[in-house]
């Protein structure tokens, strides 16, 4: 495969960990892939290079987007040293209201496996954030910084607090103006703690409405991020002319050849399409 892009895979990850789970891929299975997508030759593009695509411009062919969901503690831990090691990057969602101080925590570039802080599982996690101990589980401000600056990650939104409005409120107007709170929150912190923001918005469990449209791109965002499969060409249509809705893929804890076999199909639109289609 030559030339340029015809659509770009966009894929999704949460824990990079230890401790089996839910949405979680094991440190082994994630080093074994990246180490395939660096082989062969994929390029790891960021935000700003997949809005252009989706907006006209040209990629170069095997371009991919890494992303990962909430910005847990593991990502730092697992996921940054494999990035780093093959010189990739990844897109974090970050709930802006989670990150907290304190000195970086020690990673598997920096110290041996006994030393490294513990890591909760999906569902402990969880019920640690809703106790209050979310520097258990998140990443801290110190640790995104060095994430950034080793150019492994760039932050984006996963709002604020990370609640389903649409589950919590009384009313339709209580929604939207909860919502409207939450985003203008998020944007508030990602501007001070990263000096910008930007217009890429994933949404909490992969729900939005045409409410949570309407009010995200009211605050500024214009790409979104959901749960959906599929791959993303420049056809794809949107409701406005600067809006985009883009699909993404769960990565599983399989070996590197599963992956393999799904950049190839989400590579080519056509295929994509008619492989979709057949699963469903």
């Known amino acids: 495969m030559s030339g340029h892009a015809r659509a770009v895979p966009v894929l999704m990850y949460h824990h990079i960990s230890t401790s089996p789970g839910m949405i979680t891929v094991s440190p082994e299975h994630f080093a074994e892939q990246m180490a395939y997508v660096a082989s062969a030759g994929y390029k790891t593009v960021g935000a700003a290079e997949l809005a252009a695509f989706l907006h006209g411009e040209d990629l170069p062919a095997k371009s991919l987007v890494i992303t990962f969901d909430d910005g847990y503690l593991d990502n730092w831990v ?65 640790e995104i910084d060095a994430m950034r600056q080793a150019g492994t990650f760039e932050f984006h939104s996963h709002t604020h607090s990370h609640v389903r409005w649409d589950q919590v409120t009384q009313s339709g107007i209580e929604k939207r103006e909860r919502l409207q709170q939450d985003l203008h929150d998020a944007r508030a912190t990602l501007a001070t703690r990263l000096g910008s923001v930007s217009d890429h918005l994933c949404w909490p469990q992969g729900y939005y409405d045409d409410d949570y449209r309407e009010v995200a791109r009211e605050a500024g965002f214009s790409h979104f991020y959901t749960c959906h499969v599929g791959t993303n060409a420049q056809s794809s249509a949107a409701k406005h002319a600067d809006e985009h809705s883009i699909n993404r893929l769960e990565v599983r804890d399989r070996p590197a050849s599963w992956l393999a076999s799904r950049l190839w199909v989400h590579s080519r639109p056509a295929i994509s399409k008619a492989y979709l289609k057949i699963k469903r």
């Open 78 to 142: 697992h996921a940054h040293p494999v990035l780093l090691k093959h010189g990739l990057k990844a897109l974090c969602f970050l709930v802006s209201s989670w990150p907290g101080l304190g000195e970086v925590r020690d990673n598997t570039s920096s110290a041996a496996k006994e030393a490294l802080p513990p890591l909760l599982n999906h569902h402990d996690g969880d019920l640690a954030i809703q106790a209050g101990h979310i520097d258990d589980v998140i990443l801290r401000w110190s």
